[in-house]
């Protein structure tokens, strides 16, 4: 079983095809997407993704922007805010509007892979709360 699909989002070719080999070696599948219309765009393709490592300075829309949109669309995808010196007011920012996490760049490989696996635990736990629910929900109309 994958331990985790995640969606890459950075403006930084380099940054992606680095990541990109050490997370997939780690039994990881790995989407990417090099702007914020393209991530919105992968998000819609690919049901299965579960968290979103999101740059926070992007071109085309600035990683709060894609935050709110991320967790308004997919409430359930979680969000890792990937941030750089000047910009961690917007990870502060971030976790405020439902961001699970956030890390600096450079960031090693060993604690975005802890912190991909906590926002997958965090997701998959998320979804378990819900399916029990409907399922009492469903017994209790039953009785
Ligand atoms: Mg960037």
Redesign the pocket.
Known sequence: MIAANILLV???AQFIDVMKKRLTVRNMEVFHAGSGDEAMQKLAIHGEIEVVIL?V??PDRSGMEMLRVIKQQYPLVEVIMLTGHGTMESAIDGMRLGAADYLMKPCSIEVLVEKVREAVDKKRRHEEKIVDAQVREIVSRRL
Request: zero cysteines; charged letters at 85%; glycine letters at 0%.
């Open positions: 950075d403006d930084d740059d300075k992007m």
